[in-house]
């Protein structure tokens, strides 16, 4: 027989414990879009196009920022050429909450926004910068990020094709090598996994048939999807010749995602947009086409929950 004093014990373990685990805090991350936009920006420099004329539509180069929001440590991936207003609203935090970056390549619009932690700028202490082994000696090597390394502004972490790593008990993260234009260095996308949802950041890439990895599998393992759009098809770029700047067409890649469900292709957010791609431009009948599809495009300011 169980006495009173037990079968009080039990009602306490049947009733509060259960209450205490659920009430636990569950840890709260997610990535914020700071900029969409190709290399180039927008305005563009020395282009008299109307994408480019009406500075109330400026956006921002493409960058996301993974974010602790109980602590508001974060991790950017890409520094772009526009980082000062990207960060702005980290305001004298910056120091204390950014924890790191992550690199993909070396175009300029990924890497060149690392001049803004010298002694010039920020005058940063040891900020950790991910960078695969070409992309890490290309900054060793060459002014003035060099200089970046021996004043100690940024501390060089070199990261590897494919292997996992733990930035947080709750997040980890994977470089994933794709084909892209390789002068100075390699080129990698992103798999950043967090406590309750992965994302995929690929913003440049060359053809997608070119990757030895089939992307539409990848988006099937993943609860977002950011990837390269930066051109809707070959007529904006007429006067470019396609084989020296090769993406995947948003067309293209629409026709390769047609298999997919209503809910895997919502998991998709279009990003890297050329200054004159029109699915910058909500009023286009290419951004109604695509949106209707079922597809994301990326702007500034949307928080994507992991």
């Not at 992965?198 to 913003?203: D, G, M």
């Amino acid at each position: 027989m169980i006495d009173l004093k037990s079968k009080l014990y039990l009602l306490i373990l049947i009733f509060f414990i259960p209450l205490s685990v659920f009430n636990q805090t569950k840890p709260n991350f997610s990535l914020k879009i700071l900029g969409v936009v190709q290399d180039g920006g927008l305005p563009h420099l020395g282009s008299n196009k109307l994408c480019c004329e009406n500075y109330e539509k400026r956006r921002y180069v493409t960058s996301i920022m993974l974010i602790n929001n109980e602590n508001n440590e974060s991790y950017l991936f890409d520094a772009s050429p526009d980082i000062n207003e990207q960060l702005n609203f980290m305001g004298d935090r910056i120091k204390k909450d950014l924890k790191g970056i992550f690199l993909t390549h070396a175009h300029i619009g990924h890497y060149t926004g690392l001049m803004y932690f010298g002694r010039e700028a920020l005058n940063s202490k040891s900020i950790n910068v991910y960078a695969m082994p070409r992309m890490k000696k290309f900054l060793e090597n060459n002014g003035p990020w060099s200089q970046l390394i021996s004043l100690k502004n940024i501390s060089i972490k070199e990261i590897n094709n494919n292997s996992k790593f733990s930035i947080d008990p709750n997040v980890i993260i994977q470089p994933i090598e794709v084909p892209h234009r390789a002068e100075f260095s390699e080129t990698v996308g992103y798999k950043i996994y967090g406590p309750n949802k992965t994302a995929l950041f690929i913003p440049d890439i060359d053809k997608w048939y070119l990757w030895e990895t089939s992307i539409v599998d990848e988006i099937m393992k993943v609860d977002y999807a950011l990837i390269d759009a930066t051109f809707y098809n070959s007529k904006e770029i007429n006067y470019r010749d396609i084989s020296e700047i090769p993406h995947p067409f948003v067309i293209e890649s629409m026709e390769l995602f047609d298999e997919l469900d209503t809910n895997e292709k919502n998991k998709i957010y279009f990003i890297h947009l050329n200054h004159t791609n029109p699915l910058l431009d909500k009023n286009s009948d290419e951004y109604k086409y695509v949106t209707a599809k079922g597809y994301n495009i990326a702007e500034e300011g949307i928080k994507l929950e992991l």
